[in-house]
């Protein structure tokens, strides 16, 4: 229900002027403030007022709450397009037939400062449509907090990460290898049925991903890391 107001519905709750909407859901009188949708997405914000109308300040917090959603929406927005830039970068850099000079100029133009590189290579079996997109977006999350590329593959079963090693950070690199291991060992814990295989190689020269690359899918298959 919520979600369909969201969906359709115009802005409100966001003005002075402008009262939110009063609903009930789950057998409680919730006030919800909603920012529409527009180009970036959308969002709102919900009170539940536990048996009494929600007071001024209330309501006041109310529509603040839903004008900070939307910054972080559209500041969210320049992270998707420049997620979107670093996958083009990936894919021009894993492609086996671009030539070293044509790599070096999209890696001098776009790649970000590292020492090396490590690629791993992550593939999903017998995972459900909810459970895909929940570890879709902890990976994206992943390589947010990493300043890691993230590569997809088009059935959205495989992804390819580009994890940087600083180089006055070494160890950071191979903490982020082992917070991957324990996001997707959690959600193997959370849906028994889900199988994965996971590989790695590096740290290397991004120049060299298409091999790197076929290093990680190599470990992969030969059973290194196949829970």
């Known amino acids: 229900m919520l ?4 969906i359709h519905g115009a802005p409100t709750g966001t003005d002075p002027d402008d009262l939110p909407l009063r609903i009930s859901a789950g057998g409680e009188m919730v006030a919800v403030a909603r920012s529409g949708m527009g180009a970036n997405g959308g969002g709102m914000v919900a009170l539940i007022e536990q048996g009494e109308p929600a007071s001024g300040p209330d309501l006041e917090c109310l529509r603040l709450s839903v004008h900070l959603l939307q910054g972080l929406i559209d500041a969210n927005a320049g992270t998707r397009t420049l997620m979107a830039g670093n996958a083009r970068m990936l894919r021009d850099l894993v492609d086996p037939l671009l030539s070293g000079e044509v790599k070096a100029l999209i890696a001098a133009k776009c790649m970000p400062a590292a020492s090396g590189w490590h690629i791993v290579v992550v593939r999903m079996f017998e995972i459900d449509t909810q459970d895909r997109s929940l570890l879709n977006l902890r990976l994206r999350q992943f390589s947010r907090r990493h300043t890691a590329l993230l590569l997809v ?10 994890i940087p090693v600083r180089e006055d950070s070494a160890r950071a690199a191979e903490s982020a290898l082992k917070e991957l291991q324990r996001i997707l060992e959690g959600q193997a814990h959370r849906a028994p049925a889900f199988r994965y295989g996971l590989g790695t190689s590096g740290p290397a020269s991004l120049l060299r991903a298409d091999r790197l690359r076929h290093e990680a899918k190599e470990a992969m298959s030969f059973g290194l890391r196949l829970n």
């Open 3 to 6: 979600a369909e107001m969201l």
């Open 153 to 162: 593959d088009e059935e959205g079963d495989e992804f390819t990460l580009a």
